[in-house]
């Protein structure tokens, strides 16, 4: 079983509109991290944003915000005022375990790519 | 710019090559992490090292290897090259190896197997 699923391969949105980008995760552990990244035509990648498991607020930082929806395993983002800039493939990913210090490697998502237009 | 870079930053060469792709992990940043970004098999964990030691072998190939060195920069050596390597291989690194700390990626290096 997929543990990111994106199932928006492609998404349009007029620019200064508001748009989500949806993320469901599958996992046993009580304690992971869900991470969004940002990977523009240039090839690299950007964090935008970080939800821990036990945050009990959705996580905001700038224009981006996260909306977690814990028992329906939902991690969605949501990037408002939408720029030309924004125009890039996004990616959900998780970590999983408890915080160790251990393995903390992330699983990525098949991405969505967003194309802001005027 | 992420702090973290990563050399080369395009690579083209022959079936049945080595390469060495290197990368330097942002000051203070202990932990690195080698991905790999292929059409088909979209964004792949592969190998991590936390302070000089491996922590974590993800879909690494028995023909890849890596190492972390004192000063913590990182090497991921690829051996016998086929075309299907042809991928983005990121590194990335985060200050620790714990749950909370977000990975920053270097640019990548693009990886053509001809």
């Known amino acids: 079983a997929q543990k990111i699923t994106q199932t928006q391969p492609g998404m349009f949105v007029q620019e200064k509109e508001a748009v989500t980008l949806d993320c469901t995760y599958d996992?046993?552990?009580?304690?992971?991290?869900l991470f969004w990244y940002k990977q523009p035509s240039s090839g690299e990648m950007i964090f935008l944003i970080y939800?821990?498991?036990?945050?009990?607020q959705n996580a905001t930082e700038g224009r981006y915000s996260l909306n977690f929806q814990k028992a329906r395993k939902s991690a969605n983002l949501v990037i408002s005022a939408s720029q030309l800039g924004d125009s890039a493939m996004y990616f959900c990913?998780?970590?999983?375990?408890?915080?160790?210090?251990?393995?903390?490697?992330?699983?990525f998502g098949t991405g969505t790519r967003l194309q802001v237009t005027l | 710019d992420s702090g973290v870079t990563q050399t080369p930053k395009h690579l083209i060469t022959a079936t049945g090559q080595r390469v060495t792709l290197r990368c330097s992990p942002r000051?203070?940043?202990?932990?690195v992490y080698w991905y790999q970004q292929s059409l088909d098999q979209g964004l792949q964990f592969l190998i991590q090292?936390?302070?000089?030691?491996?922590?974590a072998k993800g879909n690494i190939l028995e023909r890849f290897s890596a190492q972390q060195f004192p000063d913590l920069h990182s090497e991921l050596n690829l051996s016998s090259l086929e075309l299907g390597d042809s991928a983005l291989y990121f590194c990335?690194?985060?200050?620790?190896?714990?749950?909370?700390?977000?990975?920053?990626f270097g640019p990548g290096t693009r990886l053509t197997v001809t």
């Open positions: 000051s203070g940043d202990l932990s």
């Open positions: 990335a690194s985060s200050v620790g190896a714990g749950l909370a700390y977000e990975q920053y």
């Open positions: 990913a998780m970590r999983e375990g408890v915080n160790t210090g251990t393995a903390s490697k992330l699983t």
């Open positions: 996992t046993s552990d009580q304690s992971y991290g």
């Open positions: 939800q821990g498991s036990y945050d009990e």
């Open positions: 090292y936390y302070n000089g030691e491996e922590r």
